[in-house]
C-alpha cells in the first residue's frame, strides 16, 4: 500500500535513540515516516508507544521514499559501519536528485567524508550528524551536530532545530558545523571529552573513599559540587548513583564490577590526536584507564604481587580534590579544542569553537555550566590559540593549581592511579614552560641519526649538524626529517 507523500521526514532504525526520536519530532508537529529492518519491530512501535495519526509505519524502504514529502528528507538511526552503507546504496536507487540522506549514528568522521562525496556524486545530498544525550536527550531534546552537503541544512534545520535541546535563552543545541565528517568529528570530540570527564570523576571518587568517607558523605560533596563551577550532568548522576543503596541497604556503586566497556569514540579520537600531532594526553589516559580496568584478572593476581606503599589511606581535603578535578577539566578541553582547531585546518573546516562550546551546553552528556565559559571565552576573542591563554581559565587554573600538586603527590605517595590528574598535571608544565629537555633530544638524534638541530643562537629555519665523534662525516639525513 502506498501513503500520499505527507510525511516531512522519514526515519530508518527503530532502536531505543530511534524510537525517541521519532516520538520527539512528532511532539513537535512533524509527521514522520518509520521503517525497521525487522518489520515486527515497526509493528510493535507504530501500535505501540509510536501509535500517533504523525506516525508512519512502512513494511518497505520503497513504502517509506513513497509517504515523503519533497525534497524527501531519510534519517538513518543503524549501526555504524557496513550497515549505514548498505541502506545508503538501497536507498540512492529510491531517491531523486536533491534528496537528503542522513546519518544519525555515532559513524567515524573518515566514512562520512567518503559518503559524502559518494551520495553527492549520485546528485543527492548527504547529512552526517552527532546526536548525543542518550535516550532521555533523542526523547526531549538532544545536543546535533550535523555537518555534510550544507545545501541540505536549510531543508532540515526546522526540524533538527525544533526537536534540538534549548538553553535558557531558546538557543537550541543544534547549529550548522560544517562540510562532509565535521559534524561526526565533532561528536566524535564530544564522545572523548567525556571518557575524560567521566575519568576526572572517577578519580575523585576513588580519592575520596581512600581517604576513608562514606557514601553518603561523597554523594553529598557532590550534590555541593553541582551547585558551583563543577555544575553538570555527570556530577549530579554521580551524587545519585554513591547515594543509592542495593536491596540490603549497602551502597550498590560497590556491588558493580571495576571493568570499564567502550564503544570505541575515545579510541578515535585519541588516534586522531595522534595523526594531527595534537596533545590530547589526559583523554588518551582515560581510554587507557578503561583499558587496564578490563584487565580485571591480571589486577587481581598483580595485587598479591606487585607491592604498593606501606600504610592505608590519604589525607587530602575535599576542597583539593574539587580542584584537582576542575583544573584538570580545564586542560583536557583546552586539549580537545586543540584538536578540533588542528582537524578545521587539516579538512578546510571552518569549524566555529565557540558555537561548538555552545551545542554542548544542554541536551548531551558533558552538558555543563562550564560549557558557557568556553562560549565566553571564544567570544571574546574568536582566534583564542588555546583555552588556558583565556584569562578567565588562565585565573582558574592558577587558583586551583595548589590543590591539584597536592592530590597528585598525596595519590602518588599514597599509590592511588590518578592517570588524568597527573597528565593533566604533566601537560600544564610543560605546556607552561619556556624550555624543555627536548634539546637534548634533538642532540641525541643527530649523534646516532644525523637529523640536525636548529640553535638557540641562530633564526629559526637554519639547521645544523655535529661530527659528536669525530668518526661521523658531513652528510646529514636531511631527506628523511618528518
Not at 605546556?431 to 624543555?436: A, G, K, P, V
Request: charged letters at 20%.
Amino acid at each position: 500500500m502506498h501513503h500520499e507523500p505527507r510525511a516531512d521526514i522519514g526515519l530508518i532504525g527503530l532502536a531505543v535513540m530511534g524510537q525517541n526520536l521519532v516520538l520527539n519530532m512528532s511532539d513537535h508537529g512533524f509527521t514522520v515516516a518509520v521503517y525497521n529492518r525487522t518489520a515486527s519491530v515497526t509493528d510493535e512501535f507504530v501500535s505501540g508507544r509510536g501509535q500517533r495519526d504523525t506516525i508512519v509505519g512502512c513494511g518497505t524502504l520503497d513504502e517509506l521514499v513513497a509517504s515523503l514529502k519533497p525534497p524527501r528528507r531519510v534519517m538513518m538511526m543503524v549501526q555504524a559501519g557496513a550497515a549505514v552503507d548498505a541502506v545508503i546504496d538501497h536507498l540512492s536507487a529510491l531517491l531523486d536528485p536533491g534528496d537528503i540522506i542522513i546519518d544519525g549514528g555515532n559513524s567515524l568522521y573518515t566514512d562520512s567524508i567518503r559518503r559524502t562525496a559518494e551520495v553527492e556524486g549520485r546528485g543527492l545530498r548527504y547529512i552526517g550528524t552527532g546526536v548525543s544525550g542518550g535516550e532521555e536527550g533523542a526523547r526531549h531534546g538532544p545536543s546535533i551536530m550535523p555537518g555534510g552537503s550544507a545545501a541540505a541544512w536549510r531543508f532540515v534545520e526546522p526540524i533538527f532545530q525544533a526537536v534540538a535541546a534549548k538553553t535558557a535563552d531558546g538557543t537550541p543545541c543544534c547549529d550548522w558545523v560544517g562540510a562532509d565528517g565535521a559534524g561526526h568529528y565533532v561528536k566524535m570530540v564530544h564522545n572523548g571529552i567525556e571518557y575524560g570527564d567521566m575519568q576526572v570523576t572517577a578519580e575523585a571518587y576513588a580519592l575520596m573513599k581512600a581517604a576513608g568517607m562514606g557514601h553518603s558523605q561523597m554523594s553529598g560533596t557532590f550534590r555541593t559540587w553541582g551547585d558551583g563551577v563543577l555544575d553538570s550532568y555527570l556530577v549530579d548522576i554521580t551524587a545519585d548513583i554513591l547515594a543509592f543503596t542495593d536491596d540490603d541497604g549497602e551502597p550498590l556503586v560497590e556491588r558493580i564490577l571495576d571493568a570499564a566497556g567502550q564503544k570505541g569514540t575515545g579510541k578515535w579520537m585519541v588516534i586522531s590526536s595522534m595523526e594531527l600531532g595534537q596533545p590530547v594526553t589526559l583523554v588518551a589516559e582515560a581510554v587507557y584507564a578503561r583499558i587496564v580496568s578490563s584487565l580485571k584478572d591480571q589486577r587481581v593476581r598483580a595485587s598479591s604481587v606487585l607491592a604498593g606503599p606501606d600504610g592505608l589511606g590519604i589525607d587530602v581535603s575535599v576542597d583539593d580534590i574539587h580542584d584537582a578535578l576542575y583544573a584538570s577539566k580545564i586542560v583536557s578541553y583546552a586539549q580537545g579544542f586543540m584538536l578540533l582547531r588542528a582537524a578545521a585546518e587539516e579538512h578546510g573546516w571552518e569549524l566555529d569553537l565557540g558555537r561548538i562550546a555552545s551545542l554542548w551546553r544542554e541536551g548531551c552528556i558533558i552538558r555543563a555550566r562550564f560549557l558557557d565559559d568556553i562560549t565566553a571565552a571564544y567570544e571574546r576573542d574568536p582566534d583564542l590559540e588555546n583555552l588556558l591563554l583565556d584569562p578567565f581559565f588562565a585565573e582558574a587554573v592558577n587558583a586551583a593549581q595548589a590543590g591539584w600538586r597536592r592530590v597528585v603527590a598525596a595519590a602518588v605517595a599514597g599509590g592511588i592511579a590518578v592517570p588524568a590528574y597527573s597528565a593533566a598535571l604533566a601537560f600544564y608544565d610543560g605546556y607552561r614552560s619556556e624550555h624543555l629537555p627536548a634539546n637534548l633530544i634533538q642532540a641525541q638524534r643527530d649523534y646516532f641519526g644525523a637529523h640536525t638541530y636548529e640553535r638557540v643562537d641562530r633564526p629559526r629555519g637554519e639547521v645544523f649538524h655535529t661530527n659528536w665523534t669525530g668518526r661521523g662525516g658531513d652528510t646529514t639525513a636531511r631527506a628523511y626529517q618528518v
